[in-house]
């Protein structure tokens, strides 16, 4: 912790020292996979992160100084007395990339597309749990959108309306899906309106300059945003390069400033020479989910032996070979209140950091396996990724081994991975999941039942009905014991097989200073500048 202290201390001051005039401002990033889309309306793949948060904002947003909440394009906003009624009002003179001019009724667009079934915005849920008449007229168009507790009062005022008090909602509403979209573009284009930098019109630091499909997305500075006095750089490339010794290589060659994945076979020399890994704080989790909704792991007995099969210190230190602690639940630390730690007094479900054969065996034959007789073959997927690629290879062997069953892995690029996964065609898959904001509800949300981010198809009444209690409780001390029993019925019930806990891990030359990443991972580069 002390390690992520400093280097927010010193991106913070990094952020706070005047660019070099003679140095060009320009990086090049290296991503390791493509996103399979980049409408904010519509995908919830952190692969977008780098390019969404860096091309849209919202009505509030996280500093690219020191990732506190500050505010976007609203300069300010008011709370009625019962927390269910925000007004914002927004910055004189917005205008989108394109240079036309943008107003409050362009976030009533991008809500009500949301709301459109059509759409297949896959984070309708934090429209449709919170906004008041969102979930009605999300099954009945007819009823009009008026009904629905969003609107521009004029074009300066935007007002939302709440079912009832959630004191994150401005945390919520950091999140690239609440950011607007210019209806004329989308209008003229149909779902094409990410597929050209013409069409691809923003509102954020930076713009679309160029979109070379499987190859980069080029960003320049938006000349008419608000703030372009701050924005530095006036060039970013987003290079696709999936292996990553060929990223490694262009890195050192210094052909590119950073990369967003670092090598695990090379990361401690890259340490001890220097080279530029960056760590910090991140509020996620890396698991693995269970088709719960599938046999065999439609049973708690199976999923808590797979769980319990797991040597998670030699996942961590011999395959990742990162600084990690396991994980025994799904939520991640990082939320406190009052000084105390969320997950504190969480249980571990009898899972520990190297492998309980013996336990996992047991909990194995209870559910009808006994040795493993019985069990069908099962498959292990996974995203082209190469680190992932090599934690499938260890955790195939390590549940075969201790569970005398049969694992076949397979994999595929992630958009095609992403579909298959979200169609419920799998058995055992890798994911996780990176808090979209820092509050225990970013993880709870998408293990109640039907939500839009359920992929493990995970249903608990009694959870439902914590959750909700605990998301419209206004005392946090009070909603945060609601959600630690919500965590312990799911987290008791393997939902998923937990790995460990998260560390933002990248590469980026010295001489690029003055970004941000915040503990969703989100790369803030507007504030970003090189250095001679």
């Known amino acids: 912790m002390k390690k992520f202290l400093l280097l927010m201390l010193c991106l913070i001051m990094a952020a706070a020292v005047l660019p070099t005039s003679a140095a060009v401002?320009?990086?090049?990033?290296?991503?390791?996979?493509?996103?399979?889309?980049?409408d904010p309306g519509i995908t919830n793949n952190s692969f977008a992160s780098p390019i969404l948060n860096n091309v849209f904002e919202?009505?509030?947003?996280?500093?690219?100084?020191?990732?506190?909440?500050?505010?976007?394009?609203?300069?300010?906003?008011t709370i009625?007395?019962?927390?269910?009624?925000?007004?914002?009002t927004l910055r004189d003179g917005l205008k989108w990339s394109d240079g036309s001019d943008h107003t409050a009724q362009d976030y009533v667009y991008a809500m009500q597309r949301i709301l459109d079934p059509n759409t297949g915005a896959r984070y309708v849920d934090f429209l449709l749990g919170y906004v008041a008449g969102a979930a009605e007229y999300y099954e009945d168009n007819s009823l009009g959108f008026d009904t629905v507790g969003v609107k521009a009062l004029d074009d300066k005022t935007l007002e939302l309306t709440l079912i009832a008090p959630a004191p994150?909602?401005?945390?919520?509403?950091?999140?690239?899906?609440?950011?607007?979209?210019?209806?004329?573009?989308?209008?003229?284009?149909?779902?094409?309106?990410?597929?050209?930098?013409?069409t691809y019109v923003t509102n954020g630091p930076f713009k679309m300059s160029e979109i070379n499909l499987g190859e980069s997305f080029v960003l320049v500075k938006n000349p008419y945003y608000y703030d372009a006095d701050k924005v530095n750089l006036e060039k970013i490339t987003f290079r696709f390069i999936a292996d990553l010794g060929t990223s490694l290589m262009a890195y050192e060659n210094g052909d590119i400033n950073g990369m967003s994945t670092v090598p695990s076979a090379d990361m401690a020399r890259l340490k001890a020479e220097g080279a530029g890994v960056v760590m910090s704080p991140s509020y996620g989790t890396v698991w693995y989910d269970f088709n719960c909704a599938k046999a065999p792991f439609d049973n708690v007995l199976v999923r808590k032996a797979f769980s319990m099969a797991v040597d998670r210190t030699a996942i961590i230190e011999d395959v990742v070979q990162t600084e990690a602690d396991p994980a025994y639940s799904f939520m991640s630390p990082g939320y406190v209140v009052d000084g105390e730690e969320f997950m504190d007094a969480a249980s571990d479900n009898d899972l520990s950091e190297e492998a309980d054969i013996e336990g996992a065996q047991e909990a194995l034959a209870e559910a009808g396996y006994p040795n493993g007789e019985g069990f069908p073959e099962i498959t292990l997927s996974y995203y082209s990724n190469e680190t992932v690629g090599k934690v499938v290879e260890a955790l195939a062997r390590q549940l075969q081994d201790a569970l005398n069953i049969k694992i076949k892995i397979s994999n595929a690029d992630w958009a095609v991975y992403y579909d298959e996964h979200v169609a419920g065609n799998y058995d055992i898959g890798a994911m996780g999941w990176s808090g979209d904001y820092v509050h225990p509800m970013t993880f709870l949300q998408i293990f109640t039942t039907g939500d839009a981010n359920n992929n493990v198809f995970y249903s608990n009444a009694e959870y439902d009905a914590l959750v909700k209690q605990a998301s419209n409780m206004t005392d946090a001390k009070e909603a945060f014991e609601v959600m630690r029993q919500a965590e312990a019925i799911a987290a008791a019930e393997?939902?998923?097989?937990p790995m460990y806990y998260k560390a933002n891990t990248m590469l980026m030359h010295d001489n690029v200073q003055g970004y941000f990443v915040t503990p969703s991972n989100a790369l803030l580069l507007k504030t970003a500048y090189v250095t001679d």
């Open 58 to 77: 919202g009505l509030v947003a996280y500093s690219s100084e020191d990732g506190s909440l500050i505010p976007g394009e609203a300069e300010s906003w």
């Open 25 to 38: 401002q320009e990086i090049t990033y290296a991503l390791a996979n493509e996103p399979d889309g980049i």
């Open 168 to 198: 994150y909602w401005l945390d919520i509403l950091t999140m690239w899906t609440f950011s607007p979209v210019q209806e004329a573009t989308v209008a003229a284009n149909g779902e094409r309106w990410t597929a050209s930098a013409d």
């Open 494 to 497: 393997y939902p998923v097989l």
């Open 80 to 88: 009625s007395d019962d927390g269910t009624v925000y007004t914002f």
